[in-house]
């Protein structure tokens, strides 16, 4: 079944560029129909969303993080990665990668794939701390 | 985009049903998802597409939508479902795609 993993390190200054990658295994990242997706949740906080990356490339990301963030893919590692820029303490959190499925639906002669299952699995997740 | 509201607690006793609401403007149009998410713990998706189960999620399970409101219930409440519940959905048009969840419903199995 599929696994995902998130890596990267645990500690990021204030002002660099937090990295981090999913591995997937028991899939490939090739597959179709796929939203590979980065969420994040604040210690003691809920979850937030920040964004996802579609087989096509395409990609969609939460506006709040103003263009900070993004997520690409490495089809011959298997992995995806999110890369968040100009880091501030506030982006203290625990990482998952998740993955959503499309659900394709047709209208008016075109055809479209949003994500629609949910997301699932989800990796460990991993706590990342901006200090300095 | 919206919010999704849901109440920052519930309690319910072993045996009994418990029910977490989640309300947002869009969710007559949007499907919304559950997740339960326990201490140290990554999230699992408990409900999909307001009614579905996963599979290997326990029959107690269920969802449900009306209006701008959907509602996960726990039929027969049992003290590992003590966790953490988050909801769901998307705000969407031709150009715009973005996931929101809900703040998070703390149940307690008194």
């Known amino acids: 079944q599929l696994q995902l993993q998130e890596s990267g390190p645990g500690l990021v200054k204030p002002s660099q560029t937090l990295s981090l990658t999913c591995t997937v295994s028991?899939?490939?990242?090739?597959?179709?129909?796929?939203?590979w997706s980065w969420i994040r949740q604040h210690p003691g906080k809920g979850l937030e969303w920040i964004g996802f990356?579609?087989?096509?490339?395409?990609?969609h990301y939460n506006p709040s993080l103003k263009s900070r963030a993004t997520i690409s893919t490495d089809t011959s590692k298997n992995q995806f990665s999110l890369k968040l820029t100009s880091v501030i303490a506030a982006d203290t959190a625990v990482y998952y990668c998740?993955?959503?499925?499309?659900?394709?639906?047709?209208?008016?002669?075109?055809?479209?794939?949003?994500?629609?299952?949910?997301?699932?699995?989800w990796g460990r997740g991993t706590l990342v701390t901006v200090s300095s | 985009s919206y919010e999704l509201t849901q109440p920052p607690s519930v309690s319910v006793s072993p045996g009994q049903m418990a029910r977490i609401t989640c309300s947002g403007d869009?969710?007559?149009?949007?499907?919304a998802y559950w997740y339960q998410q326990k201490p140290g713990q990554a999230p699992l998706l408990v409900i999909y597409k307001d009614t579905e189960r996963p599979s290997g999620i326990p029959e107690r399970f269920s969802g449900s939508s009306s209006g701008t409101t959907v509602t996960l219930t726990i039929n027969g409440v049992q003290a590992e479902d003590e966790a953490d519940y988050y909801c769901?959905?998307?705000?969407?048009?031709?150009?715009?795609?973005?996931?929101?969840f809900g703040g998070g419903t703390r149940l307690t199995v008194l």
């Open positions: 028991g899939g490939s990242i090739s597959d179709g129909g796929n939203y």
């Open positions: 990356i579609y087989d096509s490339g395409d990609t």
């Open positions: 769901q959905s998307a705000d969407t048009n031709a150009t715009h795609l973005e996931v929101i």
């Open positions: 869009e969710l007559p149009r949007q499907y």
């Open positions: 998740a993955r959503d499925k499309a659900k394709r639906y047709c209208t008016g002669g075109r055809c479209y794939d949003p994500p629609g299952f949910g997301f699932d699995p």
